[in-house]
């Protein structure tokens, strides 16, 4: 609050950091000029919040909902995350997966205020000109997308700016990172999608996206720019298309602190569940074999880190490839078909081109992984399959928002007899099957990147690793418990995400000392000093 005692009168009410509105004490309200400008009563932040889970509980859909959080982030910061993190179950699906789909889709029809940063191809040679207009000097973790693929959307151009501002309001929530040191951007570099084009109230860049050489060169002046307002920054590549994904993460992931949520974040996560469910169905994890549905960057990311993770189990870097096998439009990917991307060719292994059911029936997977943004293709031929060959199948149904998972909870439970675990990557309630309550676990993202940025963060890192989401995978799966397992869910509640990601925090800031990238000295007491770092938005 130091930054901010100087605000008087309506600014001190108008500053959303600042502002407690009704809680300003008797004495505040006279040192701060707020006498005659509040209500008589002062009341308290307990009392503030009933009186927005009133509000908005009475708002008819879920889109108005994240209306109505937006402007509460907007007017009372604190407020907000005190909502957000004490009631994070119910909040979470409203400013991020799912509504944030349907939000980003009507970003400019529901527009308000204002948030983050947007760069646009005009902009060249100007950007770093640019930067100090943004008010904060301390800014250390950056989301950043071109909106070209926002979740399973697809190209949302400008309006793809609510995927930045979601994923760094759940920085703060979920571990704790200071609000004023979050930056969203939006490289608007114009959209293909002519329904936005064509739309009168479009915020955005109204062109054909900026492609090929010129798109890369505007790419990177923003990250030179980061490098010298910003040298500290974590940038998190979001929502990219695969071959820029791709692209981006190869060209700066050793020379800059950065990573890809799409790509690293979901691997992570993803071998999280994986980790856990050896447990639930008795199989040894080097003895697993994974099929992917889908062979973009989120499922060949997660190929990527669990061949890391077979090797650290024993196995050669072949043998680790093997255990891997990925299917998209036109089937099983092996070496014989010339329509490979090059991020699909390790994978291409040798053997005849089988259609989804027949290499299930064939590999025998224990695991079954889609990342495809296509709703429906687990249907109940493709579950059955997976029961054929499986007493406990495993089935990731990744894509979002909820409206592009591969099946609900309730399909593959009821097709699976109730023996399946089911994880998503957006929420679905629990189920009941016969006498048992099973609670599928959310694979979200949001259990992985809060955890990493704030150990980063915490040590001063200059450079993400793999290494660091191989532990942060490991240290997520510890955390799943016996019950969880019963309950069917590969995830822990996400009630308990502030100390999943303060779990996560510790081990990937001792990963950074040890690996010589920490630029902090190692406290005497780690996890306590990180612990004391987190942003606490009680007043």
């Not at 053997?351 to 025998?364: D, S, T, V």
């Not at 200059?462 to 240290?475: V, Y």
Request: charged share 20%; glycine share 8%.
């Amino acid at each position: 609050m130091a930054d901010f005692k100087p605000l008087k009168g309506y600014r001190a009410l108008y500053h959303p950091a600042f502002n407690k509105s009704t809680a300003f004490t008797r004495e505040e309200r006279e040192e701060y000029g707020l006498q005659g400008l509040l209500p008589y009563k002062v009341g308290d932040q307990d009392n503030q919040l009933a009186r927005v889970l009133e509000n908005l509980r009475r708002k008819a859909n879920d889109i108005e909902k994240f209306i109505f959080l937006a402007s509460l982030h907007e007017r009372n910061e604190r407020l907000f995350y005190r909502t957000l993190t004490e009631h994070i179950e119910e909040i979470m699906p409203l400013i991020y997966t799912p509504t944030v789909g349907q939000a980003c889709k009507e970003f400019a029809h529901i527009f308000r205020r204002p948030k983050g940063f947007y760069i646009t191809p005009e902009d060249k040679g100007n950007i770093r000109r640019m930067l100090d207009n943004w008010p904060r000097p301390d800014v250390r973790v950056i989301v950043v997308t071109d909106g070209q693929r926002i979740l399973g959307l697809g190209d949302l151009g400008a309006n793809g700016m609510g995927i930045p501002i979601g994923k760094l309001q759940l920085y703060v929530a979920c571990a704790g990172i200071v609000p004023r040191q979050c930056l969203p951007v939006m490289l608007d570099v114009g959209t293909n999608n002519e329904e936005l084009l064509n739309d009168p109230l479009y915020l955005g860049y109204p062109h054909r996206r900026l492609e090929g050489a010129a798109y890369y060169e505007l790419v990177d002046e923003f990250i030179q720019a980061v490098q010298d307002r910003y040298p500290q920054a974590l940038v998190q590549f979001e929502d990219f298309l695969t071959p820029n994904a791709y692209g981006l993460l190869s060209k700066y992931k050793d020379k800059i602190l950065c990573f890809n949520d799409d790509i690293q974040g979901t691997a992570s996560v993803s071998l999280a569940g994986v980790y856990a469910a050896t447990r639930g169905i008795g199989v040894p994890f080097k003895d697993l074999r994974v099929m992917f549905l889908g062979a973009g960057s989120a499922a060949t990311g997660i190929g990527d880190l669990m061949v890391n993770a077979f090797e650290a189990e024993g196995l050669t870097h072949d043998e680790a490839r093997h255990r891997l096998n990925f299917v998209d439009v036109n089937g099983l990917i092996v070496s014989g078909r010339g329509d490979l991307m090059p991020h699909n060719m390790p994978y291409a292994h040798k053997g005849p081109q089988l259609e989804f059911i027949e290499a299930i029936r064939e590999i025998k997977p224990h695991i079954l992984i889609g990342a495809t943004g296509a709703p429906g293709t687990f249907d109940q031929d493709v579950v059955q399959a997976m029961c054929d060959v499986n007493e406990r199948p495993v089935i990731f149904a990744l894509s979002n928002p909820t409206s592009r998972a591969e099946c609900t909870a309730e399909q593959a439970y009821s097709w699976s007899q109730g023996q399946a675990f089911f994880s998503s990557g957006s929420p679905f309630g629990p189920v009941e099957y016969g006498s048992k309550t099973l609670r599928p676990g959310q694979g979200n993202n949001a259990y992985i990147f809060p955890g990493v940025g704030l150990g980063v963060v915490a040590s001063g890192a200059t450079r993400i690793t793999d290494a660091m989401f191989l532990i942060a995978a490991k240290t997520l799966a510890d955390m799943v418990s016996e019950q969880d397992l019963t309950e069917g869910a590969l995830y822990p509640a996400l009630t308990d995400i502030r100390a999943v990601s303060l779990a996560i925090a510790v081990k990937v800031a001792e990963e950074a000392h040890r690996s010589g990238l920490a630029t902090e000295a190692m406290p005497d007491n780690l996890e306590a000093a990180i612990a004391a770092s987190m942003y606490d938005p009680v007043y």
